[in-house]
């Protein structure tokens, strides 16, 4: 396995999985922003709007489930899985 200092694969890989899921959020949200308020903005339907706001929130709540798995963790609770 790639990292060292995880003994084992099953959180090596939700690590891994939580990386590519938090780069796809922010690549989203970043490509987003840059066609909406770009140089040529496109004419934008209710239903795109809301859209853009279901994408815009995927980055908050990306950080909430992470803070609450994490104070799960250091409770000593089982975390969401």
Do not use: N
Not at 16 to 36: M, P, S
């Amino acid at each position: 396995m790639c990292v060292p200092f995880m003994s084992d694969k099953k959180e090596a890989l939700k690590l891994i999985a939580a990386g590519v899921l938090t780069l796809h959020a922010v690549t989203l949200v970043t490509w987003v922003t840059w066609r909406v308020f770009g140089d040529d903005p496109p004419e934008i339907p209710p239903g795109t709007a809301t859209a853009l706001a279901a994408v815009y929130g995927l980055p908050a709540l990306s950080y909430g489930v992470m803070q609450i798995r994490r104070k799960a963790r250091s409770a000593g609770r089982p975390s969401l899985r």
